[in-house]
């Protein structure tokens, strides 16, 4: 049997899980100024996995590549929700 796709499905949403709450805290703590170190892991991966031999290996740099991708507009989107108020603002943080 080829259990490849499953277990990269199960991985995926694993990733998926894994990058909400580090958007939230990253947001909570820092704001948005870390969005260039998403940038450069999403790079950073998604040229790995052009170079990587192994196509499963490939496969999942390149999901982690464009997850970290996807946190730089979650990041974003984070901001407006704490602004509206469905998040708490750190009171510690002055922007």
């Keep these: 049997m080829h259990i490849q796709g499953l277990l990269l499905g199960a991985l995926t ?30 790079a950073g991966c998604c040229i790995g996995a052009v170079l990587m031999a192994s196509l499963f290996w490939s496969t999942l740099l390149a999901i982690i590549g464009f997850c970290a991708f996807w946190s730089i507009k979650e990041l974003f989107e984070q901001k407006e929700r704490v602004r509206k108020g469905w998040f708490p603002k750190n009171p510690k943080r002055n922007d």
């Design 13 to 42: 949403f694993l990733i998926i899980g894994v990058c909400h709450p580090i958007v939230i805290k990253t947001e909570y703590y820092f704001g948005t100024r870390p969005w260039p170190l998403f940038l450069l892991t999403g």
